[in-house]
């Protein structure tokens, strides 16, 4: 496993009441003041609030339709919200169906329809450039009223189209412009995302085929017209990247500061191989009997029963796996000469550093599954609060109960490593990476709060409400990366009867 590096480290001292903040770097690089662009950084003038340091960043999307534009989209407001940027999508399709009523005209008697989209068509032509820039200035006003990250889901397939919004932006203070254009040769996906157009609010009520027909009409007019990014927009110092056929192949031009590295780094792991993703936490332990936060205590009866069924369960859901993939491998070539079976999966299986999710895992067999240990997965540190219970903390630092009763997302235990939600996002950062780069299913044992964490991740929970996801133990999600979203099971563990039930 190759996990992604930093190239900025913090040293956070929280054992005092003020907490520190140190840039390490190295002699000869010289960084701009915005390099460090994390939310939660607070500088001295926002000491009563949470501020974000960097300048706004504006993506907008290049590409002809049905090449996976909003399957880019979706994933990355998924993502810089789950890193607790404030993203938006701002949908230039959307904003064109619900203005429709203002754009009849008898050269394009439907606004859905194919002749709204030729490039011969001047008048449509102007209103698409005008439903462009009317977007782009509802993003930007969004941006200026506390807004981080927008995106401009559009085609904007011209050199002239982005050469308006770049100069848009430009008349802004502190905004950044990131073009992300999607490029798709592959018949099969092509088909594939077409037909899902049909199903789209431009086609509601249409016959299939002639819907079909009528996308694929506006797909050529807009080929015609199409101009990619190249060597002259690169003589203007844009920002851009390309990503080609779902990122097999990424081209990155000119790309400055760790918001937009960030953005192109998530996007070049991404993929959409079947797969399966479980996530469970340890065992029960003793710490859990006796109600204490922290610690690294053993599993309890009770949770080694439950781990020697995980053992069992997890076996056999792999060998069902595998059945599948060989069915669909056989329904896929047919009648026709078979190629070698597809190699079997490998199955992954991380867990913390700690011993009650090492533990849990113990009678996995280590030649049938690939176990790791991973610090990243540990349990967020409670600092001086380790090891006490609930009661234990109001009586000994109610000021401390208080402030993380009143917001346990952003609340920093006291004591030297004390960590908060935040914290620990950016600590799990590299695994969800990791989790999307993969194609081999996986297990993942962990605790409550980095449990809590990964699936606010993959089922794009609200932040506010990502410190009270209910997460008990014995409990074991799994998880399907799909293009539309994630699909999540659940399972439960029956204690009297030694066996897991699939839930809702």
């Known amino acids: ?79 810089l919200t789950w890193l607790q940027y404030e993203t938006k999508i701002f949908n230039v399709g959307n904003l064109r169906r619900n203005t429709a009523q203002l754009i009849k005209n008898g050269t394009a008697p439907n606004n859905h329809s194919h002749s709204f989209f030729d490039p011969n068509n001047e008048y449509a032509k102007n209103v698409r450039d005008q439903l462009a820039m009317d977007s782009l200035d509802e993003l930007i006003y969004w941006l200026k009223t506390g807004g981080r990250v927008g995106i401009h889901d559009a085609t904007n397939s011209t050199i002239a189209r982005r050469k308006k919004i770049l100069e848009r932006c430009q008349r802004e203070n502190n905004f950044k ?22 199903s789209g609010p431009d086609y509601k009520n249409v016959d299939p085929e002639e819907a079909l027909d009528d996308f694929r009409r506006r797909v050529a007019n807009y080929e015609r017209a199409y101009e990619t990014i ?9 920002e851009y990247c390309k990503l080609i056929n779902v990122g097999k192949k990424i081209i990155a031009h000119n790309i400055k500061g760790y918001l937009s590295g960030q953005c192109i780094f998530y ?75 597809p190699p079997e999966r490998n199955f992954l299986v991380w867990t913390s550093m700690l011993k009650r999710t090492i533990e849990t895992v113990e009678s996995l067999d280590p030649k049938e599954f690939d176990i790791m240990h991973i610090r990243f997965l540990n349990e967020i540190y409670a600092g001086r609060c380790e090891g006490k ?57 962990t605790h409550r709060v980095v449990l809590r964490i990964i699936l606010a991740y993959f089922l794009d929970v609200e932040k ?41």
Request: hydrophobic share 30%; proline share 5%.
């Open 389 to 445: 219970t609930y009661q234990e903390i109001e009586q000994s630092y109610p000021e401390e109960f208080n402030a993380r009763k009143n917001n346990k997302l952003y609340y920093r235990y006291p004591g030297m490593g004390g960590e908060s939600y935040l914290d620990v996002i950016h600590r799990v950062n590299p695994l969800i990476i990791e989790l999307e780069r993969m194609t081999d299913n996986i297990l993942v044992v």
């Open 1 to 79: 496993m190759s996990l992604p590096g930093y190239n900025r480290y913090l040293s956070n001292d929280s054992d005092e009441e003020n907490d520190s903040i140190e840039i390490l770097q190295r002699p000869h690089y010289k960084y701009h003041r915005y390099s460090l662009d994390l939310p939660g950084i607070m500088t001295k003038e926002q000491q009563t609030q949470i501020g974000v340091a960097g300048p706004k960043l504006i993506v907008a999307m290049v590409g002809l339709p049905a090449r996976g534009k909003s399957y880019i989209v979706k994933k990355l407001r998924r993502y």
């Open 267 to 341: 996007l070049m792991n991404l993929n959409l191989i079947d797969r399966q993703i479980w996530l469970t936490r340890h065992g029960e332990s003793a710490d859990n009997v006796s109600g204490r936060i922290g610690g690294d205590s053993s599993l309890s009866e009770k949770g080694r029963k439950f781990a020697a069924c995980l053992s069992r369960f997890v076996h056999a859901q792999k060998m069902l796996f595998r059945q599948k993939q060989l069915e669909n491998y056989r329904e896929k070539i047919g009648s026709s000469t078979p190629p070698p079976e």
């Open 230 to 238: 190249g060597e002259e927009e690169e003589k203007t110092d844009v």
């Open 177 to 198: 412009v990131l073009f992300i254009e999607s490029i798709c040769d592959d018949k099969e996906v092509l088909e594939s995302n077409m037909r899902l157009k049909l």
């Open 464 to 504: 506010e409400k990502v410190p009270d996801m209910d997460v008990p133990l014995h409990t074991l999600y799994c998880l399907q990366p799909k293009a539309y979203g994630s699909e999540l099971t659940k399972w439960k563990y029956d204690d009297e009867q030694d066996q897991f039930f699939q839930i809702e």
